[in-house]
T-cell receptor, first 115, second 116 residues
Framework: AQSVAQPEDQVNVAEGNPLTVKCTYS??????LFWYVQYPNRGLQFLLK??????LVKGSYGFEAEFNKSQTSFHLKKPSALVSDSALYFC?????????????FGKGTKLSVKP | DTAVSQTPKYLVTQMGNDKSIKCEQN?????MYWYKQDSKKFLKIMFS???????INETVPNRFSPKSPDKAHLNLHINSLELGDSAVYFC???????????????FGPGTRLTVL
């Protein structure tokens, strides 16, 4: 079965420190990979995506993610965390050959950045 | 200039009732979606739809039905509401035609449905 795993329910980081939110996937073929962020009582906002090419992709709000095909991972990173980054982060994958862009989401990781 | 909007934001109703949630996008996208987010924040696709094809997640009960009056709208109708239908429902849209499945989806603010 095709799936996305976010192994950490919560990540705690001090403001100014680097952060990593982990994501691994299990799908057939070469998937498209996405990160979304959800602030409390809001819809999801797109952060970044990997389609092809350079394994390091840069996105909104200073976030970046590194695609690692051999490890089937797509970890989200930021060099210096802000308190305002505290939110729920979702990794998503669109499997190759799937219908109409349907996404498979991970269960989400709550990021907490403390001052 | 809201991109994807949903109404209502909150919906509280009794078991057995029929209700609808409306969704509109002004992005000119060709594909719209409905997702369900449960109490543990897990997101699951319910439907995807463009003007030619409706893809239904096989786990969605047939009490749920999407209705699209035009390309910019995809409403969700729910019959005979059950307690387990309580969740947040998100509408989304993207430009997915012609194989552009790498385009990101834009999400609405969500509708919190509570069934009593």
């Amino acid at each position: 079965a095709q799936s996305v795993a976010q192994p950490e329910d919560q990540v705690n980081v001090a403001e100014g420190n680097p952060l990593t939110v982990k994501c691994t996937y299990s799908v057939s073929g070469n998937p498209y990979l996405f990160w979304y962020v959800q602030y409390p009582n809001r819809g999801l906002q797109f952060l970044l995506k990997y389609i092809t090419g350079d394994n390091l992709v840069k996105g909104s709000y200073g976030f970046e993610a590194e695609f690692n095909k051999s490890q089937t991972s797509f970890h989200l990173k930021k060099p210096s965390a802000l308190v305002s980054d505290s939110a729920l982060y979702f990794c998503a994958v669109r499997p190759y050959g799937g219908s109409q862009g349907n996404l498979i989401f991970g269960k989400g990781t709550k990021l907490s950045v403390k001052p | 200039d809201t991109a994807v909007s949903q109404t209502p934001k909150y919906l509280v109703t009794q078991m057995g009732n029929d209700k609808s949630i409306k969704c509109e996008q002004n992005l000119g996208h060709d594909t719209m979606y409905w997702y369900k987010q449960d109490s543990k924040k897990f997101l699951k696709i319910m439907f995807s739809y463009n003007n030619k094809e409706l893809i239904i997640n096989e786990t969605v009960p047939n009490r749920f039905s999407p209705k699209s009056p035009d390309k910019a709208h995809l409403n969700l109708h729910i019959n005979s509401l059950e307690l387990g239908d309580s969740a947040v429902y998100f509408c989304a849209s993207s430009q997915a035609r012609a194989g552009a499945y790498y385009n990101e989806q834009f999400f609405g603010p969500g509708t919190r449905l509570t069934v009593l």
